[in-house]
């Protein structure tokens, strides 16, 4: 059992930043694919980025790519998402999700039903 928990979120004006947490207890964290999800209201959860266990792979969703990075710390046992240029369509509850693969893949890690560990969510909010 891995169990995640998301810190970080808050309330930020648009165009800041903010860094989320994702810390595992349980497993080693460095044996298992970390992505980070978020979902608004009445939507569905959607992918914003992933990582390989040792970090040497990353992929983004396009509203991500080049505002937000993904990476991670394995002796701490935690993954992080830096976000930056933070927009109010970035607001929603984000997720990190870890899964044990044998092999990174990014069309797998980019799919919520792929994942079998979640943590409780953490809310971000941007607005003015």
């Given at each position: ?15 800041g ?10 497993r080693?964290?460095?044996n298992y694919v970390v992505?980070?999800?978020r979902q608004a209201?009445?939507m569905?959860?959607e992918f914003?980025a992933a990582?390989s266990?040792?970090?040497g792979r ?7 790519k080049?505002?937000f990075t993904v990476?991670r710390?394995n002796?701490?046992n935690?993954?992080y998402l830096?976000m ?7 607001t929603?509850v ?5 899964v044990n693969l ?20 953490t809310?971000v909010t941007?607005?003015?």
């Amino acid at each position: 059992q891995v169990q995640l928990v998301e810190s970080g979120g808050g309330l930020v004006q648009p165009g800041g930043s903010l860094r989320l947490s994702c810390t595992a207890s349980g497993r080693t964290l460095s044996n298992y694919v970390v992505g980070w999800f978020r979902q608004a209201p009445g939507m569905e959860r959607e992918f914003v980025a992933a990582i390989s266990g040792g970090g040497g792979r990353t992929d983004y969703a396009a509203s991500a790519k080049d505002r937000f990075t993904v990476t991670r710390d394995n002796a701490k046992n935690t993954v992080y998402l830096q976000m930056n240029s933070l927009k109010p369509e970035d607001t929603a509850v984000y997720y990190c999700g870890a899964v044990n693969l044998a092999y990174y893949s990014s069309d797998y890690s980019s799919r919520p039903d792929g994942y079998t560990y979640w943590g409780q969510g953490t809310q971000v909010t941007v607005s003015s």
